[in-house]
């Protein structure tokens, strides 16, 4: 049974009972595949965040081909408090997991286009046998506003992502969810995919457990409970693309957590 020392990642991982829990137990990711879909991964083959080598394949749904090491570095962030393994300094919550790097979000527009990625990223996991999909993207208003939805939308069969995430679910996917982060604006719901039943939607806490301002609220508009679950989302540590632990706020790094 390994006994780690998480340094610096403790706390929010302890906070969701893990390190005195399943961690001590021996759960900490050995023989699953999580795949992360994110914005991209600048940093993932860069820093030195881990000792076990456990990126098993990559796609690029925006720009095509497999370099996902571009763009955005976001998704190094959130796949950083996951996979982070470097004991006594920073031991995210699933260490031994192998990772399935999916780039499906451009960074400089929002349109329905990347939900259509994020679908073929689903599709991807799904191919090579993932277990766990972590999505943290979250839409609901683009561009053009023709194309955004409504409150009234939130109904968990309605947004093309949320039937994409329900498809992944019924495939036997466990996907795993940010909330979003419109808590406190004009929208202040959930966004999309976290209105789909079947799959863990998961808003951000502070230290001491309570809602960040931030964090997407439910029910959704069928009554439904959302979020699942929440877990840090307010100084949240994570690694940053030029090696530096760092603190972050938002729903997309609680739902790694």
Same mark, same amino acid.
């Given at each position: ?160 992502? /949320?039937?994409? +995430?329900? @498809? ?7 996907? #795993? &969810? $940010?909330? *979003?982060? %419109? ?7 959930? /966004?999309?995919? +976290?209105? @789909? ?7 951000? #806490? &502070? $230290?001491? *457990?309570? %809602? ?7 029910? /959704? ?12 989302? #307010? ?23």
């Amino acid at each position: 049974i390994p006994i780690y020392d998480h340094g610096i990642a403790a706390e929010q991982a302890d906070q969701i009972t893990l390190v005195e829990g399943l961690h001590n137990l021996g759960y900490i990711g050995t023989d699953m595949v999580i795949a992360v879909l994110d914005a991209g991964f600048v940093g993932a083959n860069t820093v030195d965040f881990n000792d076990y080598g456990q990126i098993i394949a990559t796609r690029n749904f925006v720009e095509g081909g497999t370099n996902v090491y571009q763009g955005s570095s976001h998704g190094f962030s959130v796949l950083s408090t996951m996979a982070a393994d470097k004991n006594g300094v920073f031991v995210g919550t699933a260490p031994f997991a192998k990772y399935v790097l999916i780039k499906t979000e451009k960074e400089l527009s929002e349109t329905p286009e990347e939900m259509y990625n994020w679908i073929a990223g689903a599709e991807y996991a799904d191919s090579i046998g993932a277990d766990i999909i972590n999505s943290s993207l979250g839409y609901y208003e683009f561009d053009d506003p023709a194309d955004s939805y409504t409150i009234d939308d939130l109904d968990g069969r309605t947004s093309v992502i /949320t039937l994409g +995430a329900l @498809a992944a679910a019924r495939k036997g996917i466990l996907v #795993v &969810t $940010s909330a *979003g982060n %419109a808590g406190g604006g004009a929208w202040n719901k959930l /966004t999309f995919p +976290a209105d @789909a039943d079947s799959i863990l939607t998961v808003g951000a #806490v &502070t $230290s001491y *457990g309570t %809602a960040a301002d931030f964090t997407s609220r439910g029910y /959704t508009v069928d009554g439904r409970v959302k979020p699942n679950v929440s877990a840090r989302g #307010v100084n949240a540590y994570v690694y940053r693309s030029d090696g530096e632990i760092t603190q972050a706020n938002g729903t997309s790094f609680s739902s790694p957590i």
